[in-house]
T-cell receptor
């Protein structure tokens, strides 16, 4: 089945220690998104790619970076995680259109010690 | 600019009772509307969406929603709740001719009692 895969599902890191989360898709979608979701809140968009064009949300901290080496893969790098970065990180994909459905991965839960 | 309001952060129903989750939107142009469900420790999954065809939209797991332009609403209903329906539900909107990135509501947690 076509899907969005995130690895790892759970990630524990230390305060200030860089961490990378990965996302892959078999849907061949143009658009890939990274969301941060904290407990009992809506997902918050960090950035997205349309093909290789990177779009950063204005309030996304510089601590968060992303790479998309090809259509299938996208990475979220957190350069110096703080305690406030502990959250669920969701990757999603879609076609480019206002009516397009977003397909979400299962998420990576990040814990910062 | 588009926006979504979900009334009630928590809705509690008994198993077998009607489920009604409210969503009101604001959009200056015809909207596309979505309901997503999120089970614990999982990603979001599409329940149904409105894309300007039929105003009554049927989705998965027995859910449906009706687009009411006059009320700017897109409420989600299910005639009979099941324990497995307990989850977080998000309404989202995007605008025709606007950004393809949807705006999400704050979510409603559905609690189902035996």
């Amino acid at each position: 089945d076509a899907m969005v895969i995130q690895n790892p599902r759970y990630q524990v890191t230390q305060f200030g220690k860089p961490v990378t989360l990965s996302c892959s898709q078999t849907l061949n979608h143009n658009v890939m998104y990274w969301y941060q979701q904290k407990s009992s809140q809506a997902p918050k968009l960090l950035f997205h790619y349309y093909d290789k064009d990177f779009n950063n949300e204005a309030d996304t901290p510089d601590n968060f970076q992303s790479r998309r080496p090809n259509t299938s893969f996208c990475f979220l790098d957190i350069r110096s995680p703080g305690l406030g970065d502990a959250a669920m990180y969701l990757c999603a994909t879609s076609g480019r259109g206002q009516e397009e459905t977003q397909y979400f991965g299962p998420g990576t839960r990040l814990l910062v010690l | 600019a588009q926006s979504v309001t979900q009334l009630g952060s928590h809705v509690s129903v008994s198993e077998g009772a009607l489920v009604l989750l409210r969503c009101n939107y604001s959009s200056s142009v015809p909207p596309y509307l979505f309901w997503y469900v999120q089970y614990p420790n999982q990603g979001l999954q599409l329940l149904l969406k409105y894309t300007s065809a039929a105003t009554l939209v049927k989705g998965i797991n027995g859910f449906e929603a009706e687009f009411k332009k006059s009320e700017t609403s897109f409420h989600l209903t299910k005639p009979s709740a099941h324990m497995s329906d307990a989850a977080e539900y998000f309404c989202a909107v995007s605008e025709s001719g606007g950004s393809y990135i949807p705006t999400f509501g704050r979510g409603t947690s559905l609690i189902v009692h035996p």
